[in-house]
């Protein structure tokens, strides 16, 4: 089992930035890549960015040259540095891991609202 704390999320001018955390506990040594979600009311969840365990990543193209994922295997912690947020960027962000054997984890998800 793998246990995703997600903290960060608030309350942000549009132009402003966040930083999101997620620190994962539990069979650790099971994890190959995290990544964040979105889901923003009425609509479907979404993939932000996911990063592998070797750190290549990938990201949404609506938030290509925003938002960096990033990670500290040491820490098992994954991030979301969001720069020039926007009013479409609000939605709950969710924390996902994928286990080698092909299991995901989520976490309880943090809100990020900006305003414009």
């Known amino acids: 089992q793998v246990q995703l704390v997600e903290s960060g999320g608030g309350l942000v001018q549009a132009g402003g930035s966040l930083r999101l955390s997620c620190a994962a506990s539990?069979?650790?040594?099971?994890?190959?890549?995290m990544g964040w979600y979105r889901q923003a009311p009425g609509k479907q969840r979404e993939m932000v960015a996911r990063?592998?365990?070797?750190?290549?990543?990938n990201y949404a193209d609506s938030v290509k040259g925003r938002f960096t994922i990033s990670r500290d295997n040491a820490k098992n912690t994954v991030y979301l540095q969001m720069n020039s947020l926007k009013p479409e960027d609000t939605a709950v962000y969710y924390c996902?891991?994928?286990?080698?054997?092909?299991?995901?984890?989520w976490g309880q998800g943090t809100q990020v609202t900006v305003s414009s």
């Open positions: 996902n891991a994928g286990t080698f054997s092909h299991r995901d984890y």
């Open positions: 539990g069979t650790i040594f099971g994890i190959n890549a």
């Open positions: 990063i592998s365990r070797s750190g290549d990543t």
